[in-house]
């Protein structure tokens, strides 16, 4: 196709839109390994899961057969709101960086959550309506995926009940005012409301609390009251499946215009959107139908790809949840204070994880002051405030094109931008400032994370 005929933005059809998830596990050799019941180190029952989670999901967590399930139409009126999202060409960027090379972005913040975490939300609340509960609870760290899960539930009139990492609940005031408007409440993690709760702030007074402390008490909190699932916003394989949708658009975009990608590079925290972004090109791979480059890009903060360890290892800090073998720095983990660029989850998609230790995958870790300046070059040529999670593929994608420059070869790259910025502007503020500073946990700081790792015959 001519370069010219090709648009500044890929949009598609409403009716365009999938129709159907897709399961990456149907067409995986190696599938993930199952997880396991924290109490007795076997592997789940359905019957165990279905006290924690929606019936519906734990029929997609547990199925690596099925390749794709019929998105149930409640949910594809509500993707209409904001959905096709756009895929981009970065001609600015690229121009900026003097590459041949082939940029691409499909871009998941033109929703008011500002993040990609609204596909996976709008699913899990329409499960729990379907089986006729009263609501939800969930955490929240950064608060993204509380304000999609907070949308969602005013939608199908579910009551919403956030844990909020008590750092984020005091230092992003208007993320937690945007869940109240849609109607959730909010508590500040950890708390006096759960014996998980009362239990870590007795241990560690006056502590700013974590995602897996906030995790547990969500869980006390759903499965002590009748009526109420826990719901998840990442790292489990129902939420990637509802991801696909990312990469299935992408594909369809693509498609039309005959573009096949060289290198497709996501951020990775839970792992959710990557898996999603790159579910139907690995399924082609895997199948033997093409190739391509996949890179996973994790702060050097919290590396778990790249410095972790592939085991079975807890969700959450308070061990209630389900174990899942993954890349992990084991669940005590916590980063480094001056660490501002999110993506701060302990483990990995068991999905992404068993995909990377087979070879189909490649992960990188990047330091956030450089995040930030790539954060700042794609804000400055293309125009959009990318979320400081987003910017780790932006980052990555870039390095990649530069690398395209230095020997000449027009690859064609394509990245998830996963949201915008605009609760972020303290990080921002840090680097505009100068008083952003990398930090790299050396091996002792990393074993004592390994320290708390579960030791059993599995
Ligand atoms: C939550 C979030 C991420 C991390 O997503 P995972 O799917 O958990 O890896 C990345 N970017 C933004 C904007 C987010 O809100």
Redesign the pocket.
């Known amino acids: 196709m001519n370069e010219q005929t090709i648009p500044y933005k890929i949009y598609l059809e409403e009716d365009e839109i999938p129709k159907q998830w897709y399961n990456l596990r149907a067409d995986m050799q190696n599938k993930p390994a199952p997880l396991l019941d924290p109490e007795t180190m076997q592997p789940m029952s359905a019957e165990k899961l279905r006290t924690v989670f929606c019936e519906e999901l734990v029929q997609q967590e547990l199925d690596d057969t099925t390749p794709y399930f019929d998105i149930p139409v409640e949910i594809r009126d509500f993707y209409k709101m904001y959905r096709p999202s756009p895929l981009t060409r970065a001609y600015y960027l690229e121009k900026a960086l003097g590459t041949p090379a082939k940029i691409y972005y499909k871009f ?2 033109g929703n008011t ?5 609204l596909n996976s939300a709008i699913a899990q609340a329409y499960y729990a309506k379907k089986q006729g509960l009263r609501g939800v609870t969930t955490e929240t ?2 608060g ?2 509380g304000t999609a899960l907070s949308m969602a539930c005013a939608y199908f009139d579910l009551d919403c009940r956030v844990y909020m990492v008590k750092v984020s609940y005091e230092q992003k005031p208007f993320r937690r005012e945007v869940m109240r408007v849609y109607g959730a409440s909010v508590t500040p993690s950890p708390s006096e409301t759960t014996a998980v709760g009362r239990k870590i702030l007795e241990k560690h007074p006056g502590t700013g609390g974590s995602l897996g402390c906030a995790i547990s008490e969500a869980v006390e909190a759903a499965t002590s009251m009748e009526g109420y699932r826990y719901v998840l ?3 489990l394989t129902q ?2 499946l509802h ?1 696909s949708i990312i990469g299935l658009e992408t594909k369809a975009a693509l498609d039309k215009y005959g573009i096949k990608p060289d290198i497709i590079i ?11 972004l790159i579910a139907p090109f690995m399924g082609e791979k895997l199948r033997g139908e093409a190739d391509y480059r996949f890179i996973a890009v994790e702060p050097a903060s919290c590396p778990s790809l790249t410095r972790g360890r592939f085991v079975y290892d807890y969700c959450d800090t308070g061990a209630v949840c389900p174990l899942a073998k993954m890349y992990t720095l084991g669940s005590n983990f916590i980063p480094a204070g001056t660490h501002a660029g ?2 701060r ?1 302990h483990g990995m ?1 068991p999905v992404l994880s068993q995909l990377y230790h087979d070879g189909l995958m490649e992960a990188r870790a990047v330091e956030q002051t450089s995040v930030f300046e790539a954060a700042q070059l794609f804000a400055r040529t293309e125009g959009t405030l990318p ?4 910017s ?1 593929a932006i980052r990555a994608a870039i390095d990649e094109a530069l690398k395209c420059k230095e020997t000449g070869e027009e690859k064609t790259i394509v990245f ?1 931008l ?4 605009y609760f972020d502007m303290f990080a921002y503020q840090r680097y505009n400032d100068g008083e952003m500073v990398d930090y790299l946990p050396n091996d002792e700081e990393l074993s004592r994370g390994f320290e708390g790792l579960p030791i059993f015959d599995s």
């Open positions: 998941e913040g959550s500002g993040s990609h975490k760290g950064a993204q995926w916003g990442s790292v939420v990637m991801q996501g951020c990775a925290g839970g792992g959710s959107n990557l898996g999603g999110g993506l989850y998609s979320a400081p999670e987003s780790h998830g996963t949201g915008t910025g």
